[in-house]
C-alpha cells in the first residue's frame, strides 16, 4: 500500500536498522500497516501488540496471547502429541523438513498450535492460539492434532474452550492429510457440544482456509478483532476468478459481523472480559463481582430488563 | 466423437489407423485388411492397458477431469431407481452445483447427493461445473437431516474442484456453510458412504464426503486444492500445476496407502470414459458392499464408527 510514509520507509529505515543492529534486538520500530506511523516495539508490546494511535491490531505470537489472556500471565502448558515427520517427502526448492526445522528455530515452537489452561478471571479455561508466524499458521497434522487436544482437555476438565485462530488455510506440504485435518478437528468439537460446554472461536488476522471451513466456523460464539480478513477463498484466489475488482473491506471483521458470520468484533483489550463474561453466562456461573453465597444471585437476575 | 487426451497419442494414432483400415475394407479387399485390422486392434488395447496401468498423477488428474467421464447424474440415472431431487436450502436460493435427494439402490430407499459438473456446455453453467456455493451445501445438510430423520443411509458422489470461490459466496458465509456440513456428515446416525468419481477437490468435496466408507474410482483425485490452487498457494504460480500434483500424492493408490480412503472401485481399461456403464456398475457394487457392513448397527454405533475412523487418519502412518 502506498503511503506519504513510504520513502522514509524504503530509504532511511534500513540505514538505521543496520546501523542499530549490532547491540539492539531487530523491530526495534514498528511501522503501522494502516497508517505508516513508525511505533516504538516496546509501546506496541505493552499494549498487547495494538499500534497506539491507529488501534490497528499486529499479529500475535502464541506465548504472548497465552500469557496475556490468562490471570497473571500463569497457564499450564498442555503437552501435544508427536505426529509423522513429511509423510508426502514433499520437497520443492526446499524440503518440507528444512522448512519446517526453520521455522522451528525462528519460533521455538515445535509446530503452529499452542494449548494452555489457566484462568482468565478467575474461571478455569482452555485455551489453543494459533501462531501464524509458524508456516503462517497452517493446519497440519501437528496443529490438528494440537487443536484435538485442546478440545480433548477442555472436555476432561471440564472448562470452556478458547480458540484463537490465525491461519492461511491448510498446510500444502502435508497434502490430503492436512485436508483430514477439518473432520478430524470436527469430530472433537462434536465431543465438546454433547458435552454442553462453551466453545469460542476468537478469529484474529488472518483466518482463512480450512481452518475457516471447519472448527474456526463452529464456535457456539464467534469473536472476530477489529479489521480481521476472515474468509473462505482467499482475496487473491477470488479476484482471480471473479476478474473483479473486490469491495470495501471485503472480508474484513466488520463485514462479517454485518453479514451474520461473527457475533460481536472486539478490541484486543476487551477481549478477556469479554470472553470470561461470556464462559460465565453460558456455564451458569456466579458473575464475577456478584456478592458469593450469603446473598443469591441478586445480580444476574437483576440484569434482566424486560426488552423496550 | 472420441476425444483423447495429450498422452493417449500413441494409442489414437492406432486407433485411427485402425479406423481408416476399416474405411478401406468396406471398399472391397475385406480378406487381406482383416488380419492387419486385427493385429492394429491388439496393438492399441495392449497399448491403452499399459499406459493406463502406470498413469502419472497429473495425467489421471486429466482423465479425473476428461469431458466424456461419467459425472454424477449419469451414476445416478444408472443405478438409482425412483430417483426424486428435491431442490433448495429453504434460505437463499437452489444451487444445482449438488444435486440431492432420494431413490432406490437395489431396491431400497436411500438419500443420494453430489456434485454435478455438466455433460455440455449449457449443463456445465447451470450446474456451475460443480462448483458450490453455500447454499448448495446448506441444501445437502438439509436433505441429509431428512435421511437421518427417516433413517435412510447416504450416498454421495463426489465431483468438484473446489467450493466456488465467490463474493457472493464469501459473503453468505462459504465457510460456514462447509463446516455445518461436514459437522452434519460426521453426526448421522444413518450410514454414509461417499466415492470420489472424478476430482475431490479441497473442503468443497470433504463437506460431503466425511463418511463411514470413502471410496474413490481407480483414477480419481483427492487433494487438499486442485493441483493449479496448490501451486498458486505454493508457488504463485497456478501454471506449475503439473509439480503440485507430482508432489502432492493425489492418487487413490496414495491415498489408500495413506488409510484416508477405505478402498478402491477399478475402473474399465483406459478410465471411466470409455465405458461408463461398466464404471457405473462396479461403483454401484462397491457402494451396496460398502452399506451392507452397517445393517443392523444402531446411530450410536455408526456414529462412533465413523468418528473414530476419521481420529485415526494419520496416527499409524
Known amino acids: ?112 498450535v499452542k494449548v494452555g489452561v489457566g484462568t482468565v478471571e478467575g474461571l478455569t479455561i482452555t485455551a489453543a492460539v494459533q501462531d501464524f508466524d509458524f508456516m503462517g499458521g497452517s493446519l497440519g497434522m501437528a496443529a490438528g492434532e494440537a487443536v484435538v487436544k485442546g478440545f480433548e482437555t477442555a472436555l476432561e476438565r471440564k472448562t470452556p474452550f478458547v480458540l484463537f485462530a490465525a491461519s492461511g488455510g491448510a498446510r500444502m506440504q502435508e497434502g490430503i492429510l492436512s485436508l483430514m485435518q477439518m473432520p478430524r478437528t470436527t469430530v472433537a468439537r462434536r465431543r465438546l457440544y454433547d458435552a454442553k460446554l462453551p466453545y469460542i472461536v476468537v478469529l484474529t488476522n488472518p483466518t482463512t482456509g480450512g481452518v475457516t471451513a471447519s472448527y474456526a466456523m463452529l464456535g457456539d460464539v464467534h469473536i472476530a478483532e477489529p479489521g480481521a480478513l476472515i474468509g473462505f477463498a482467499g482475496p487473491r484466489v477470488i479476484e482471480q476468478t471473479i476478474r473483479e475488482k473486490l469491495p470495501d473491506g471485503f472480508q474484513r471483521a466488520e463485514y462479517l459481523k454485518d453479514h451474520g458470520m461473527v457475533d460481536m468484533v472486539v478490541h484486543r483489550h476487551d477481549l478477556k472480559p469479554t470472553i470470561a463474561r461470556l464462559c460465565r453466562l453460558l456455564t451458569k456461573a456466579p458473575a464475577r463481582n456478584a456478592v458469593p453465597a450469603q446473598a443469591p444471585s441478586p445480580a444476574p437476575a437483576a440484569a434482566v430488563q424486560p426488552a423496550a | 466423437m472420441k476425444s483423447y487426451l495429450d498422452f493417449e497419442k500413441p494409442v489414437a494414432e492406432l486407433e485411427a489407423k485402425v479406423e481408416e483400415l476399416r474405411a478401406l475394407g468396406e471398399k472391397g479387399d475385406a480378406v487381406a485388411i482383416g488380419d492387419d485390422i486385427q493385429r492394429l486392434e491388439a496393438k492399441a488395447s495392449h497399448a491403452l492397458s499399459e499406459l493406463y496401468a502406470a498413469l502419472t498423477p497429473w495425467q489421471k488428474t486429466q482423465v479425473a477431469r476428461h469431458p466424456q467421464r461419467p459425472h454424477f447424474l449419469d451414476y445416478c440415472a444408472g443405478l438409482i431407481t425412483d430417483f426424486t431431487p428435491l431442490a433448495g436450502d429453504r434460505l437463499f436460493a437452489e444451487d444445482e452445483a449438488i444435486v440431492g435427494g432420494f431413490g432406490r439402490l437395489d431396491g431400497e430407499p436411500v438419500c443420494v447427493i453430489g456434485q454435478e459438473k455438466g455433460s455440455t456446455t449449457e449443463a456445465r453453467i447451470r450446474h456451475n461445473f460443480g462448483m458450490a456455493k453455500p447454499e448448495g451445501y446448506r441444501k445437502a445438510v438439509r436433505i441429509m437431516e431428512l435421511a437421518d430423520r427417516f433413517g435412510l443411509p447416504v450416498v454421495s458422489f463426489v465431483d468438484t474442484a473446489g467450493a466456488y470461490p465467490g463474493i457472493g459466496a464469501e459473503e453468505r458465509g462459504q465457510a460456514e456453510a462447509i463446516a455445518r456440513s461436514t459437522e452434519f456428515s460426521l453426526g448421522l446416525g444413518v450410514p454414509n458412504v461417499a466415492i470420489v468419481i472424478g476430482e475431490g477437490g479441497s473442503g468443497g468435496a470433504i463437506a460431503i464426503a466425511t463418511a463411514n466408507r470413502v471410496l474413490m474410482l481407480e483414477h480419481a483425485i483427492y487433494t487438499v486444492a486442485s493441483p493449479e490452487a496448490s501451486a498458486s498457494i505454493l508457488w504463485r504460480d497456478s501454471g506449475r500445476a503439473q509439480d503440485a500434483a507430482t508432489n502432492m500424492k493425489i492418487t487413490a ?65
Open chain 2, 253 to 317: 493408490q496414495d491415498l489408500l496407502r495413506f488409510g484416508v480412503i477405505d478402498g478402491i472401485v477399478g475402473e474399465p481399461v483406459g478410465g471411466a470414459h470409455r465405458d461408463p456403464q461398466a464404471a457405473i456398475i462396479a461403483a454401484g457394487k462397491a457402494i451396496s458392499a460398502a452399506l451392507a457392513d452397517f445393517r443392523g448397527k444402531s446411530p450410536d454405533q455408526v456414529r462412533d464408527l465413523r468418528a473414530a475412523k476419521f481420529l485415526a487418519i494419520g496416527r499409524s502412518l
Open chain 1, 1 to 112: 500500500m502506498d503511503t506519504p510514509m513510504n520513502w522514509i520507509a524504503n530509504v532511511v529505515r534500513p540505514k538505521i536498522r543496520s546501523l542499530l543492529k549490532r547491540d539492539t534486538p531487530e523491530n526495534l520500530w514498528i511501522k503501522c500497516p494502516e497508517t505508516g506511523q513508525m511505533v516504538f516495539h516496546k509501546d506496541v508490546e505493552n499494549n498487547l501488540f495494538v499500534i497506539p494511535g491507529s488501534n490497528h491490531h499486529m499479529r500475535m505470537r502464541a506465548p504472548a496471547r497465552l500469557a496475556s489472556f490468562f490471570d497473571g500471565g500463569a497457564f499450564e502448558d498442555v503437552p501435544l502429541p508427536e505426529v509423522p515427520l513429511d509423510p508426502l517427502k514433499f520437497r520443492d526448492e526446499q524440503r518440507y523438513v528444512d522448512r519446517l526445522k526453520n521455522s522451528r528455530a525462528k519460533t521455538g515452537q515445535p509446530d503452529a
